[in-house]
């Protein structure tokens, strides 16, 4: 009779232990990144493709960009020739106009943060860059400077090709870090692809947070 009263409390005990169940921690939940990239370049012959090039290998004159480079930029990073950009942001560059190296700046960069190439606290960025040319008997440039808003000395032409540009960059690595830039520029041609004038080649308003 002692025997089978001390056996019963051994045998709860095991059986105690072996259905416990113990806390399993729950995974951590992986960040979601999103990186786009859109490049268009719309025409309907190779001359008018040529057109859009031309217009991107055009730089703004060095001498009005420095003019507004901003005071706390690194003397050291800008480059002697092909200058496009005047400010920049949490490392990323601002442009002056839209030209060659600044989509492919804007290109490589998006291609480097989707590969987490160094921009791991990046989570979302966007690059599109749209370029439209049309030929016009007649054409008046109708604009307001980007930063006062205010009108722009009207211009007129006849028989000209327009090559219309947006750069549109944003980026994103929390609530106090962002950035959103939309840059335009126009570029236009005569009838025979001589460059008559550039429009928008200035400092336009940047969103930061």
């Known amino acids: 009779?002692?025997?089978?009263?001390?056996?019963?409390?051994?045998?709860?005990?095991?059986?105690?232990?072996?259905?416990?169940?113990?806390?399993?921690?729950?995974?951590?939940?992986?960040?979601?990144?999103?990186?786009?990239?859109?490049?268009?370049?719309?025409?309907?012959?190779?001359?008018?493709?040529?057109l859009i090039f031309k217009a991107?290998?055009?730089?703004?004159?060095?001498?009005?960009?420095?003019?507004t480079v901003s005071p706390f930029f690194p003397q050291s990073s800008?480059?002697?020739?092909n200058l496009w950009f005047h400010d920049s942001f949490d490392g990323i560059l601002i442009p002056f106009a839209i030209t060659a190296?600044?989509?492919?700046?804007?290109?490589?960069?998006?291609?480097?943060?989707s590969v987490n190439n160094g921009y791991n606290f990046f989570l979302k960025a966007n690059f599109k860059y749209?370029?439209?040319i049309e030929f016009k008997t007649s054409y008046t440039f109708v604009g307001k400077n980007p930063q006062t808003d205010e009108s722009l000395p009207s211009i007129s032409f006849e028989?000209?090709?327009?090559?219309?540009?947006?750069?549109?960059?944003?980026?994103?690595?929390?609530?106090?870090?962002?950035?959103?830039i939309s840059h335009k520029r126009?570029?236009?041609?005569?009838?025979?692809?001589?460059?008559?004038n550039i429009f928008y080649d200035c400092p336009f308003p940047v969103m930061v947070s």
């Open 186 to 196: 126009i570029v236009v041609f005569d009838e025979f692809g001589n460059l008559l």
């Open 78 to 81: 800008i480059p002697d020739s």
């Open 1 to 50: 009779m002692k025997k089978t009263l001390l056996l019963i409390p051994i045998i709860l005990l095991i059986v105690s232990c072996n259905s416990g169940s113990f806390p399993v921690e729950p995974k951590e939940k992986e960040i979601e990144r999103v990186f786009t990239k859109n490049i268009e370049r719309i025409y309907s012959s190779n001359f008018e493709s040529n």
């Open 101 to 113: 190296e600044s989509i492919l700046y804007y290109s490589n960069l998006i291609d480097s943060m």
């Open 159 to 180: 028989r000209v090709y327009v090559v219309d540009m947006t750069l549109d960059w944003d980026n994103y690595c929390g609530i106090d870090c962002a950035m959103w």
């Open 56 to 67: 991107e290998s055009i730089y703004p004159n060095r001498d009005s960009v420095l003019a």
């Open 130 to 132: 749209i370029a439209e």
